[in-house]
């Protein structure tokens, strides 16, 4: 029997904390559950949104279908000579997960330290920071379809992943639950310290030649510098992509703004975004109850008492304001519900 609550405050399930209301609401301890609550919500013609720890995510106004909040836990592991398979389920904290693997000497997703959210999100937008992305780490995603109503396990080619993307936003959005993922971690550490933020800090610390440790704390330690802890300042990371534009408009964006960050890709150039809200006045800009950080202009901020509409109100100024300055598209990153 399952002990679906009704007309719950999602406050404390969203680090944007957008005091919006589900219909139902279910936390989710074992995954016999998750078919189970999908037959609930398909007898009663309800859509599902399924929330992790809620860190990447815009709750705009109430949810009139079922929410399912996945807390499953476990970690388990697949020793080889040099490598190590991670398997975790969904629930478990991801920085608890890289402080785990830290301590167990299993190395390559150390620079992804501090990021907010559980393992089950981390696929879902390819969660990258300093040079790693989850894609270089990631061998397959277990889960329950809900389409063909079976268990499913998905290699990492068949999860698309790209540049914050996968297909769990496209195809498989609210028809896959994502119940653990498997990562292929190495006994040996290999050193990525070539972004650039990540370098300078570890200069004026004077560490040449860092331990992963070394990494991870000066990662969290670049983080707290600059991205503000949701649980003092609610928000949910950096609000928009970072747009890819083509080398021939990159090239006239720099004639125009010299001093504009860019990097080369293979698809074009990708700009930063956080760049050009602050060259365009937003850094550290309030507009009552909502804003843009100050140390970092990238992040909005909820500062108590905003609604889903003076979030979505102060994007769309941000984004229409940023195609006038510079003639570039800005994309929200976090799902928008
Ligand atoms: N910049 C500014 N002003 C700002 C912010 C940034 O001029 O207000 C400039 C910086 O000086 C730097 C460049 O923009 O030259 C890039 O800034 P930063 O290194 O802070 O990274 P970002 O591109 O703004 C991305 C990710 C972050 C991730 C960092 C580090 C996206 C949308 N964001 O931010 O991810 O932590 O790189 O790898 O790709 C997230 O996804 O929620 C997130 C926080």
């Known amino acids: 029997m399952l002990d679906i609550r009704e007309n719950v405050s999602l406050q404390e399930f969203n680090t944007l904390a957008l005091n919006v209301f589900a219909r139902y609401f279910f936390e989710a301890n074992n995954a016999v559950q998750i078919p189970a609550l999908f037959d609930f919500a398909d007898r009663h013609q309800l859509p599902v949104l399924l929330l992790g720890d809620g860190s990447n995510v815009v709750i705009a106004k109430d949810f009139s279908g079922l929410v399912v909040k996945i807390s499953l836990f476990g970690i388990s592991t697949e020793e080889h000579d040099d490598a190590v398979i991670v398997t975790a389920a969904a629930g478990e904290n991801w920085h608890q997960l890289v402080t785990t693997c830290l301590h167990n000497g299993y190395y390559g997703i150390e620079n992804l330290a501090l990021i907010p959210g559980t393992v089950g999100a981390a696929p879902i937008q390819n969660i990258g920071a300093y040079g790693v992305e989850l894609s270089d780490v990631l061998v397959s ?38 119940t653990a993922v498997t990562l292929k971690l190495s006994k040996q550490a290999a050193i990525k310290n070539s972004y650039q933020a990540l370098q300078k800090s570890l200069e004026q610390q004077s560490i040449t030649q860092p ?127």
């Open 141 to 178: 995603v277990s889960g329950w379809d809900r389409q063909h109503k079976n268990w499913c396990h998905l290699e990492k080619d068949q999860c698309e992943l790209a540049y914050r993307d996968s297909i769990f936003k496209r195809q498989k959005k609210d028809n896959f639950v994502i």
């Open 211 to 337: 331990t992963p440790q070394q990494i991870a704390d000066t990662v969290a330690a670049v983080r707290k510098s600059k991205l503000p802890d949701p649980s003092e300042l609610a928000n949910v990371g950096s609000f928009f992509k970072n747009p890819m534009v083509s080398c021939e408009q990159a090239k006239q964006l720099l004639e125009e703004f010299p001093g504009m960050v860019q990097y080369s890709q293979s698809t074009g150039v990708k700009l930063a975004a956080g760049w050009l809200l602050e060259q365009a006045g937003w850094k550290g800009k309030r507009i009552g109850n909502v804003g843009m950080h100050g140390q970092q202009s990238l992040v909005l901020i909820n500062y108590g008492k905003a609604s889903g509409s003076d979030v979505l109100e102060l994007a769309d100024a941000i984004k229409s304001d940023i195609l006038a300055t510079f003639g570039v598209h800005l994309t929200i990153e976090p799902m928008v519900i």
